[in-house]
């Protein structure tokens, strides 16, 4: 079996034409160079030096090896340089999970940002359910996910992230527009339309019917937002979502909010990734960037969607106007 550190010396030593050249660039001494070379001889039965007086001269199988060294310890500089580059985060792949909701109203401008600062970075998004999500980071299809937790795993680490508050919504005209507030105990007789089983805001909304005694009375689920509103903007039924999913809606009044009785929902949205995987700069670095734009003060005002895009806008403005 060939011995790199043997044919590197033996690499040194042919391009300088000079041990004690080679040994200053290997910081070892001539002799060891010497006897690292009579060893590499041995080892390929191949005399690889002539000697001219004090000179040294390649043999032609010396000079056809060092043809091949010189593609070899190239390649190795290829790869260290490769490996700097990553740690600097100059290339590397970003893969990352979330949920339908954030794919939509938050990512874009997320990993806009993380662009920016980051260039060099190739970004991967999958979407899907915090199920799947959570799932995918078990198969390593991803390596950090922002998703509701949907299942409590001790393989993963959650980090609280953000908090979003849920809106019942229902269409314009709606009986129940004509409430100034409803119990959880009268949407059981109301058609609901629910999100996918695995999704977070499922979770959330089934708990906070059990926590009433009661049930919700399901006419559809899906996994399509989108869907949902538009079967409620026809009046087929209600909804709990995320505000910020239907913002806009609300704002032009295609879709109406009915406040709920008592304490109000919100969906805990956590930062995920294994615990026992260190996570590659990449990886690292997006975490970073997402824990960088919690508020201090959190637990007494929770953030949301808006809230976070909102203060990414801020800093992109105070980064330009600097």
Known sequence: MLNLNQL?????????????????????????????????????????????????????????????????????????NAIADMHKLKRGVLSLGTTKAYARYFMPLMLSNFHESYPDIKIQLYEGSSLDMTTSLLEFKNEVAVIAKAVDLPEVNFYPFSKEEMALIVAPGHHLTKKKAVAIEELAEEPFIMKEKGSGTRKLVEQSFANANCEPNILMETSNTEFIKQLVQRGEGVSFLVREAV???????????????????????????????????????????????????EDMHPMGIGLMMAKILAQRKKTDDG
Request: overall charge positive.
């Open 8 to 80: 590197r010396v033996f690499y040194h030593a042919a391009k300088n034409l000079n041990y004690t050249v080679a040994a200053g660039e290997l910081f070892i001494t001539q002799p060891a160079v010497t006897a690292q070379m009579k060893a590499f001889e041995e080892a390929c039965n191949l005399k690889l030096f002539r000697k001219k007086g004090r000179n040294l001269i390649l043999s032609d199988e010396g000079r056809e090896l060092l043809g091949y060294a010189e593609k070899i310890f190239k390649y190795e500089k290829e790869i260290e």
């Open 247 to 297: 913002a806009a809606e609300l704002s032009e009044k295609k879709l109406v909010e009915v406040p709920l009785k008592g304490r109000k929902i919100f969906l805990d949205v956590s930062i995920a990734y294994l615990r026992a995987q260190v996570l590659s700069p990449p990886a690292k670095a997006f975490v970073d960037t997402l824990r960088k734009l919690k508020s201090e003060d």
